[in-house]
């Protein structure tokens, strides 16, 4: 989010610039290593160039750097998007005639190059760290994914100051000087159709009351399992091409999330804004497949991998809002099997055993951060547990798969990208988010984009880049 990141271009113009990004600390994300092979960690520094240099130093035959992902980073960056544009014959027509080697480069998947590169596991886990971004780990993901994740990563990472929620804050009023309207606290129950099929309005709870409202346009952000799957009327379920596209992809990996209350500031307890990433294993795909097929019982013992952050320590105003106390999230994968028993049960009413298992996960993590961080040992005020159903109960997240669609190799095919777009198989129903593009803020902000262009009938990309030229010569006459 650094001045002039196409993401932020983006973000200033929704939120009028009101939207200020903080950098976080450099490195900004560690991989610590514990278990077996602890002592050792890896930071991932704001400096792309020194962590290229010790990767080419590791791999003396073999130029394994960041430069390289970050170029191919610009290139993907740019063919995404362009795949939403194109016919939709065109990705099946290049799979039969054959595509160029360096998009067959793009396309691929990186596990089996970092496999003949000497030291090749010590290069994977660092390259694993992205599973968090993703929710994918290295062999079932394609290298253009870690390519734009790079890209988008190779300048720092930034925090929204004021935390996430100043999003929202400052888009709103632009939404409303539009002639519309945000709306809280009114579930959407379906999409309707006319008699001809066509979308034409949403079914809004209000209270215990169903109101229909009418638009000549429907855009959903539930994603498409939700959309296809519980949104739209049965009658349209079983269309072919409705069913094609989910036989495309599946939801991605469920998470248990635990959230931590700490009595003190940032300076007291010695926290840093970065984000940590444990390891118990070096071969973490191998980890994860062993972890992910264990009885639930076993698992809390053998979690491979944990995200650890401080998100009060990221944002400047934090201390101003919330004085003496700060904030920690540790984030676990998990199968969402081992609580599918309970998703019948009501929120708050799963029962003795629902609430054993989720505490065993909790005390597992809690038991790794303590050991990481021993300052905070008395320092803990609460800690709540959220499992793969509390994110399908908060997030409407199917199978607590909070990074929507799975990021594998089905869903990165270009046929699929250039399948699963903004335009639905029913007239007037767009889908835009993060399923048509990539998950988080920035591939949301892309499917909007196409999503807006598949609507307007016109290349917003090349809106934008008119503007920022635009910007930028309006910026060199005032210096």
């Not at 400096?47 to 430069?67: F, G, H, I, V």
């Not at 190059?113 to 290295?138: A, C």
């Not at 097929?293 to 944002?315: G, Q, R």
């Amino acid at each position: 989010m650094r001045e002039g990141n196409i993401g932020r271009f983006i973000l200033d113009q929704i939120t009028e610039g009101q939207l200020d990004w903080a950098p976080m600390a450099s490195p900004y994300d560690l991989m610590i290593l514990e278990g077996p092979v602890a002592e050792r960690s890896s930071p991932c520094t704001v400096e792309a160039n020194s962590t290229s240099r010790a990767l080419r130093r590791s791999s003396p035959r073999r130029k394994l750097s960041l430069t390289t992902p970050h170029k191919f980073g610009l290139l993907t960056r740019f063919l995404s998007p362009s795949a939403e544009h194109l016919p939709r014959a065109w990705p099946r027509s290049c799979s039969s005639s054959g595509l160029p080697p360096e998009l067959q480069a793009v396309l691929s998947y990186i596990f089996p190059h970092l496999r003949m590169v000497p030291n090749g596991h010590s290069r994977m886990l660092i390259f694993s760290f992205f599973l968090y971004s993703v929710g994918t780990t290295l062999s079932h993901t394609t290298f253009s994914m870690h390519a734009l994740l790079v890209d988008h990563y190779i300048q720092g990472a930034y925090y929204p100051r004021g935390g996430s929620s100043e999003i929202a804050f400052h888009t709103i009023p632009l939404i409303q000087r539009a002639g519309g309207a945000v709306l809280t606290r009114a579930t959407v129950q379906g999409v309707l159709l006319d008699s001809a099929g066509r979308a034409c309005g949403v079914s809004v709870k209000k209270g215990h009351e169903l109101v229909n409202i009418y638009c000549p346009v429907v855009i959903s952000n539930a994603g498409v399992f939700n959309t296809y799957q519980h949104l739209v009327p049965e009658s349209v379920r079983c269309l072919p091409d409705v069913k094609k596209q989910l036989a495309m992809i599946r939801p991605g990996m469920s998470m248990f999330s635990v959230f931590i209350c700490l009595r003190g500031t940032k300076e007291d307890l010695k926290l840093q804004s970065t984000n940590y990433y444990v390891y118990f294993d070096t071969d973490i795909d191998k980890a994860m497949d062993r972890y992910i097929s264990m009885p639930k019982e076993k698992a809390p013992e053998h979690i491979p991998l944990l995200f650890i952050a401080f998100p009060s320590t990221k944002d400047p105003t934090w201390e101003d809002r919330f004085p003496d106390r700060s904030s920690m999230t540790v984030l676990v994968p998990m199968a969402f099997e081992w609580f599918e028993e309970w998703q019948e049960e009501p929120k708050g009413k799963r029962g003795a055993d629902y609430e054993t298992l989720k505490n065993t996960f909790v005390e597992a993590s809690m038991s790794v951060v303590m050991k990481l961080f021993p300052q905070l040992e008395g320092k803990v005020d609460s800690v709540i547990g959220g499992s793969p159903l509390t994110n399908q109960y908060y997030l409407v997240a199917p199978r607590g798969a909070p990074y929507g669609a799975d990021h594998d190799l089905a869903r990165l095919h270009p046929y699929t990208m250039a399948s699963l777009r903004a335009q639905t198989p029913i007239p007037n129903l767009y889908l835009t988010g993060q399923d048509i593009f990539t998950c988080g803020l920035v591939g949301a902000l892309q499917g909007a984009l196409l999503c807006s262009s598949a609507i307007l009938k016109r290349n917003l990309y090349s809106d934008l880049q008119a503007l920022g030229s635009k910007v930028q010569a309006q910026k060199k006459k005032m210096k």
